[in-house]
C-alpha cells in the first residue's frame, strides 16, 4: 500500500479564498449597514472592541490548546535548531520587517501613500514580523515532512518567549518609527491575546488529557475545535472590512502596495533560515520547520493588537489582514521549495 501523502485541510488550504469573499463580504456589508456600523464600533472595553476581542480570542485559543509545555523539557537533542529559531525569530524577524516597511512605505510609496498612513502601514507590518507563528506552523512542518517533535518544542519555546519579547520589540520599533503607543494598550493587548488563551489552553490541555486521554483529544477535541478558529478568523474578517470598505474601494492599490514588502519579508527569512539551517549541519526534518516558523507569521496577534491598538479603521489593520491574505499560498509554495530541496542525514552540501 503507498504511503499516505500529508494533506492541508480543506479550510486552511483555501483560506486565501475564503479571505477575499470575507473581503467582498465585509465591502458590501459596510456600503450596506453605512454608519450603522458605528453601533458596533462603539462597543469597547479599555480600547478594546468587545465583539471583535470575542472572536479573536476563539480564533487563538484553539491554538493554544495544543501546544504542551512539558515538551521544553525534551529541549536537549533539538538544541541547534532550537538556537537557530530563537535567534531569527527574535533578534533579525521583527528588524528586517520593519527595514523593509520603512523602505517600501516612506520611500518607494512615499508618491502614493500619505505619510500618516503609511506609518499605520509600518506599524502593522513590525506587529506581524513581531509575531512568529504557533499554529499554522504544524500544518506547515506537517506537509513538508519535518519532525513533529522538534516543531512542537519550537513552538512551546516560541510562545513562552512571546509573553516575555513581544512588548517590548514592538514598543522598540514602533518607537523608531516615531509612532507613540501608550505601554498600557499594549500591555493590556497581550494580556487579552496572548496570556489569557495561553492559560486557558494549557488548563485545558491538561485536564482533557487526564480525564480523556490523548487519544481522545487528538482525535475528537482538536478536530471538533478547528472550525471554530476558522470561522472566528472569518468573522472577524469581515468586520475588518466592513469598516474598512469606502477606504479600500477609494485606493485599492493600497492592498498590492501593502502586500510587496510583507512577501519579500516572508521569502527573505525562509531562505536566511534555510541557510543557516544547512551551515549548522541540521537535518532536514529539523531545517524544514525551523525555516517555516520564521517566515510565517502568528496573523491573529497581529490582527488583535493592530485593532486594540489602532482601532478597526486602521491602516495597521488593514495590513495585518493583508498578512493574512499573503501566507497561506506564500507558505504552500515554501513548502513545495523546501520538499524540492529535501536532502538526505548524510547531504551536508549547501544549498
Same mark, same amino acid.
Given at each position: 500500500?503507498? =504511503?499516505?501523502?500529508?494533506?492541508?485541510?480543506?479550510?486552511?488550504?483555501?483560506?486565501?479564498?475564503w /479571505?477575499?469573499?470575507?473581503?467582498?463580504?465585509?465591502?458590501?456589508?459596510?456600503?450596506?449597514?453605512?454608519?450603522?456600523?458605528?453601533?458596533?464600533?462603539?462597543?469597547? @472595553?479599555?480600547? /478594546?472592541?468587545?465583539?471583535?476581542?470575542? @472572536?479573536? *480570542?476563539?480564533?487563538?485559543?484553539?491554538?493554544?490548546?495544543? /501546544?504542551?509545555?512539558?515538551?521544553?523539557?525534551?529541549?536537549?537533542?533539538?538544541?541547534?535548531?532550537?538556537?537557530l529559531?530563537?535567534?531569527?525569530?527574535?533578534l533579525?524577524?521583527?528588524? &528586517?520587517?520593519?527595514?523593509?516597511?520603512?523602505v517600501?512605505?516612506?520611500?518607494?510609496?512615499?508618491? *502614493?501613500?500619505?505619510?500618516?498612513?503609511?506609518?499605520?502601514?509600518?506599524a502593522?507590518?513590525?506587529?506581524?514580523?513581531?509575531?512568529?507563528?504557533?499554529?499554522?506552523?504544524?500544518?506547515?512542518?506537517?506537509?513538508s515532512?519535518? =519532525?513533529?517533535?522538534? &516543531?512542537? %518544542?519550537?513552538?512551546?519555546?516560541?510562545?513562552?518567549?512571546?509573553?516575555?519579547?513581544?512588548?517590548?520589540?514592538?514598543?522598540?520599533?514602533?518607537?523608531?518609527?516615531?509612532?507613540?503607543?501608550?505601554?498600557?494598550?499594549?500591555?493590556?493587548?497581550? !494580556?487579552?491575546?496572548?496570556?489569557?488563551?495561553?492559560?486557558?489552553?494549557?488548563?485545558?490541555?491538561? *485536564?482533557?488529557?487526564?480525564?480523556?486521554?490523548?487519544?481522545?483529544?487528538?482525535?475528537?477535541?482538536?478536530?471538533?475545535?478547528?472550525?471554530?478558529?476558522?470561522?472566528? @478568523?472569518l468573522?472577524?474578517?469581515?468586520?475588518?472590512?466592513?469598516?474598512?470598505?469606502?477606504?479600500?474601494?477609494?485606493?485599492?492599490? =493600497?492592498? @498590492?502596495?501593502?502586500? !510587496?514588502?510583507?512577501s519579500?519579508?516572508?521569502?527573505f527569512?525562509?531562505?536566511? &533560515?534555510?541557510?543557516g539551517?544547512?551551515?549548522?549541519?541540521?537535518?532536514?526534518?529539523?531545517?524544514?520547520?525551523a525555516?517555516?516558523?520564521?517566515?510565517?507569521?502568528?496573523?491573529?496577534?497581529?490582527?488583535?493588537?493592530?485593532?486594540?491598538?489602532f482601532?478597526?479603521?486602521?491602516?495597521?489593520?488593514?495590513?495585518?489582514?493583508?498578512? %493574512?491574505?499573503?501566507?497561506?499560498?506564500?507558505?504552500?509554495?515554501?513548502?513545495?521549495?523546501?520538499?524540492?530541496w529535501?536532502?538526505?542525514?548524510? =547531504?551536508?552540501?549547501?544549498?
Amino acid at each position: 500500500m503507498a =504511503d499516505q501523502q500529508p494533506s492541508i485541510g480543506f479550510f486552511e488550504k483555501y483560506l486565501t479564498a475564503w /479571505v477575499l469573499l470575507c473581503i467582498g463580504a465585509g465591502i458590501a456589508l459596510g456600503q450596506v449597514a453605512g454608519s450603522g456600523m458605528q453601533v458596533i464600533a462603539d462597543l469597547e @472595553l479599555n480600547t /478594546v472592541n468587545i465583539p471583535v476581542a470575542i @472572536l479573536i *480570542w476563539l480564533m487563538i485559543y484553539p491554538m493554544m490548546v495544543q /501546544v504542551d509545555f512539558g515538551s521544553v523539557a525534551r529541549i536537549g537533542p533539538q538544541i541547534k535548531g532550537l538556537s537557530l529559531t530563537v535567534v531569527v525569530n527574535w533578534l533579525i524577524k521583527p528588524f &528586517t520587517m520593519a527595514f523593509f516597511a520603512w523602505v517600501f512605505f516612506t520611500k518607494l510609496y512615499a508618491a *502614493w501613500i500619505a505619510p500618516e498612513l503609511a506609518n499605520e502601514y509600518i506599524a502593522g507590518a513590525i506587529l506581524l514580523g513581531a509575531a512568529p507563528c504557533t499554529a499554522m506552523v504544524f500544518v506547515w512542518s506537517y506537509l513538508s515532512g519535518g =519532525d513533529p517533535n522538534y &516543531t512542537l %518544542v519550537q513552538v512551546s519555546v516560541n510562545d513562552l518567549l512571546l509573553l516575555v519579547l513581544f512588548i517590548p520589540i514592538v514598543q522598540f520599533l514602533l518607537g523608531i518609527t516615531g509612532i507613540a503607543i501608550p505601554w498600557g494598550v499594549l500591555v493590556t493587548s497581550v !494580556i487579552v491575546f496572548v496570556v489569557i488563551p495561553l492559560v486557558a489552553g494549557y488548563l485545558t490541555h491538561r *485536564w482533557l488529557i487526564r480525564t480523556k486521554g490523548e487519544a481522545w483529544f487528538k482525535t475528537h477535541f482538536l478536530p471538533a475545535l478547528k472550525p471554530l478558529s476558522i470561522a472566528a @478568523l472569518l468573522l472577524t474578517l469581515v468586520l475588518l472590512f466592513a469598516f474598512q470598505g469606502r477606504k479600500i474601494l477609494a485606493n485599492p492599490l =493600497d492592498i @498590492l502596495l501593502i502586500a !510587496i514588502p510583507l512577501s519579500l519579508q516572508t521569502y527573505f527569512i525562509f531562505f536566511l &533560515t534555510w541557510k543557516g539551517g544547512r551551515w549548522l549541519k541540521l537535518p532536514y526534518r529539523t531545517c524544514a520547520p525551523a525555516s517555516m516558523i520564521g517566515a510565517s507569521n502568528f496573523f491573529e496577534l497581529a490582527v488583535a493588537v493592530a485593532i486594540a491598538l489602532f482601532g478597526l479603521n486602521s491602516g495597521a489593520a488593514l495590513a495585518t489582514v493583508v498578512g %493574512v491574505l499573503i501566507e497561506v499560498p506564500i507558505m504552500l509554495h515554501l513548502v513545495r521549495i523546501a520538499k524540492r530541496w529535501e536532502y538526505g542525514s548524510d =547531504d551536508q552540501t549547501i544549498r
